[in-house]
């Protein structure tokens, strides 16, 4: 730890809350440099973010904060801020994330609340505010499984694989872009979303990197999430409980059925990524605790692309050439029952 470091935290929390009488404690750490702090003051509660600027820019996050902030969205608060030093006062949401309250029972409730809030952020004009979600960004995202995970297996592609590869990605690229372009979270899930004390609204974290895509994304990053598997039929009646929710605006010549294909589609866009992303995680960084969640991914993949003429090509290959040696490597997911 550094102490430096520290004595800069210290006399900065003493000048911005104008007292000496404090208490820090310091968070266990996740993937990034960033620290946080709990801080007691006078029986109130603040979290401290501790990113030294040489190492991350707090600026994108500050931005989306404010503007999320000041459109009703429920991010946390920031009381205080000094960016050359890398330091933000926050309002403190407490512990209890989403996913530690969600089962078969409480979950129709959270999630019809998560919908509505999805609803209200998709409404906010942020254009202006925020990057696309490009057609080359959704690509590399793609690039990442072949960049990572064919090594991964030993898997090699002849020239016609791969071209049909990228066929299959720009297919999906752009069924992501016909759809409704709105404010992207691009991590809504139940590890991102915190229940307030006292309050009906799920605070919201880890928004740092939204984006201006498609109105599909966040739904599908949380009802498949990548972390936890629901019955398809429930997966199915909450995709119609957020279709009925939206403007009609989003629903001209737009079905519900045209709409299960869209989240369908953008689903698996992301699970493509996300297995690319958690072979990188471990290969490159050496983080092994999202392995064990590779082969839930695969199964998502491989059961919503079965639907898609457009994507059999694709399938086939995961079949036939990756999962031979996936399973091998990483396990095998046996799916819940309805």
Not at 188 to 215: C, P, Y
Not at 256 to 270: G, N, S, T, V, Y
Request: hydrophobic share 45%; charged share 25%.
């Amino acid at each position: 730890m550094n102490t430096q470091r520290e004595q800069l935290i210290q006399q900065w929390v003493a000048t911005v809350l104008k007292t000496e009488q404090f208490d820090i404690q310091f968070l266990a750490g996740d993937a990034s440099f960033r620290r946080y702090a709990r801080i007691n003051s006078n029986n109130k509660v603040f979290m401290l973010m501790d990113a030294p600027p040489e190492k991350e820019d707090c600026h994108p996050f500050v931005n989306i904060d404010e503007f999320f902030d000041q459109n009703g969205v429920r991010v946390p608060h920031i009381h205080a801020k000094d960016l050359e030093q890398g330091f933000l006062l926050l309002e403190d949401f407490g512990d209890v994330l989403l996913s530690t309250l969600i089962d078969q029972h409480t979950v129709d409730a959270y999630y019809q609340q998560c919908f509505k809030q999805l609803v209200q952020l998709q409404s906010i004009p942020a254009q202006e505010v925020l990057p696309a979600y490009s057609y080359e960004k959704l690509m590399s995202e793609m690039q990442l499984l072949v960049d990572w995970m064919l090594p991964a297996l030993n898997v090699e592609t002849t020239t016609e694989e791969a071209g049909m590869i990228q066929d299959s990605f720009a297919f999906l690229a752009q069924a992501a872009l016909a759809q409704p372009q709105v404010i992207v979270h691009r991590d809504f899930h139940s590890r991102n979303l915190m229940k307030i004390a006292n309050e009906d609204v799920l605070g919201v974290i880890d928004f740092q990197d939204a984006v201006i895509g498609a109105d599909t994304y966040d739904l599908i990053s949380l009802t498949r999430d990548a972390y936890v598997q629901w019955p398809v039929e429930r997966v199915t009646a909450w995709f119609q409980a957020f279709y009925d929710l939206l403007p009609a605006t989003a629903k001209q010549q737009r079905s519900f059925e045209q709409f299960k294909r869209d989240a369908d589609l953008m689903a698996i866009q992301r699970h493509i990524k996300i297995l690319g992303i958690f072979v990188r995680l471990f290969e490159r960084d050496g983080k092994s605790g999202y392995l064990k969640d590779l082969p839930r991914v695969m199964w998502y993949l491989r059961t919503e692309a079965q639907p898609y003429a457009e994507l059999q090509a694709l399938l086939d290959f995961v079949e036939q050439r990756l999962m031979p040696a996936f399973t091998k490597k990483y396990g095998h997911f046996e799916a819940v029952a309805a």
